[in-house]
């Protein structure tokens, strides 16, 4: 088995009974320390539900992460630019952040736009973002390198998270975040994982240490982001940034009503 990420060798981990049924190898790179599965053939079967009912943390997640992400975005770069939300799911943020008066929109292939209708890819003339967010997406990807290519046509700056891998010999039994049961965490990330990527693509890479990080072309401090990225400080930052931004909402209530009438 070779590594997706660095082409390296990856060595057997840990078998373990994914969606309850099918008996799964999980290998780790011995380079970079990435834990891919064996060929992912269940996944057609995991995504009969876009959202698995174990995602009870969702609602939570975008509004925690609604205001790192406000933050970020007016201390890193435009606010007034044009965002993308990639497999951004049902659109909560996308209209949580337009709410916040940020000009943002979703990309999803696979579920049904339910609180941003109107606001997708597909509406966008330009195809070109300030900065894209990948919100529990990357432990999603079959294909990490060719993804994140997708994502860098968007933009060359990447707001994500994922649950970096908290210590050595993981198996789960002591780490919550590998799911089998749901058959969708198919990509595992050590910190040296991220930074195998960062390099091969050319890009700047920062992170929090646990779950938040960003891959940028811009060389920005790390220091600050890291600071950023802590919830309790987002919070804080956020009641000032918020005082000088105009919500999307009305013009957006006007938008929609006139589609309906058109």
Known sequence: MKCKICDHNATALFSAKVLNKHQVQYYQCDRCQFIQTEDPYWLAESYSNAITQLDIGLIQRNLELSKITAVVINTFFNAKGKFIDFAGGYGMLVRMMRDYGYDFYRQDKYCENTFAPHFDIYNQASKHFELLTAFE??????????????????????????????????TPDNWWYISPEIGQHIALYHINSLKAIAKLKGLYFYTNGKNLHLFTRQKINGCWFKLLANKKVANLLFSLFRKQSKSLTPQDYEFLKNKMHS
């Open 137 to 170: 997406v990357f432990e999603h990807l079959e294909n990490p390198i060719q993804d994140i290519d997708e994502m860098l046509t968007y933009s060359s700056n990447i707001l994500f998270s994922t649950v970096l891998q908290p210590h050595n010999a993981l």
